[in-house]
């Protein structure tokens, strides 16, 4: 993943930059410190993900938001927890809406990996609702989160923090092995492959399991066959 962070604080983007070049598959982390300089960088042609603040001098995040919506997945990234903002951002076209501090960097990249996957993220917030434009339906096939049990809804919590199996088996006080079999048969309940598109669905909206990008868009873990990534 190409990420920009765009951020008037040159403190966050330091921190965000050093916690996201640690994962393993972010390719790149630019910078940049307002609205208009965010525009100019993604005009190049080569962001996937866009972190952007919505409180920034010069032009902020909420009026740039139109011109990077359609060329890159944006994910809001801030301190501004109004809900007016956080309307505004969805109703543009932002994927995500994440509230600092809501998230460990692991989090943060799995919410990015779930929005690429078409799926919305909101994080540090009731989740957003429109009442006019309420969310659309599940798609055919794919189960709500209420045909999840006790366990395995805790789990997929936990996997949407962005922790690996070995982590949720230590925090849960469970064996890998019932970790992985309580994952497969939550993405078999979901309708899903892969981690991300799991996340997209819990988290938010996501496309059905025909639609593009429901098994996954090559940046996150692969889908789950013989020998390829573990849940």
């Not at 982390?29 to 603040?53: I, Y």
């Not at 809501?102 to 994080?123: K, Q, T, W």
């Not at 019932?178 to 799991?198: D, M, Q, S, W, Y």
Request: charged share 20%; with cysteine.
């Amino acid at each position: 993943m190409r990420i920009l962070v765009v951020d008037d604080n040159a403190l966050i983007r330091l921190g965000l930059r050093a916690a996201l070049e640690e994962l393993d598959d972010v390719e790149s982390v630019d910078e940049a410190g307002d609205g208009q300089a965010a525009v100019d960088r993604v005009a190049q042609g080569d962001v996937d993900v866009v972190l952007l603040d919505v409180r920034m001098p010069g032009r902020d995040g909420l009026s740039v938001l139109p011109e990077l919506v359609g060329r890159t997945t944006v994910v809001m990234l801030t301190n501004t927890d109004d809900m007016a903002a956080v309307n505004e951002a969805m109703r543009a076209g932002a994927a995500g809406y994440v509230i600092h501090g809501s998230l460990e960097p692991a989090g943060i990249g799995a919410a990015i990996r779930a929005c690429l996957a078409g799926g919305r993220v909101v994080s540090g917030l009731e989740p957003w609702v429109s009442p006019a434009d309420p969310p659309p339906p599940p798609a055919a096939g794919v189960a709500s989160r209420d045909d999840l049990s006790a366990r395995e809804a805790e789990i997929m919590d936990v996997v949407a923090q962005g922790l690996t199996n070995t982590q949720i088996a230590r925090r849960l006080f469970l064996s890998e092995k019932t970790v992985k079999n309580h994952i497969n048969r939550i993405f078999a309940k979901l309708g899903v492959t892969n981690r991300a598109h799991a996340v997209a669905v819990w988290l938010g909206t996501a496309p059905g399991p025909g639609d593009p990008g429901a098994n996954g868009t090559g940046m996150g873990p692969g889908p789950l066959v013989g020998g390829a990534p573990r849940p």
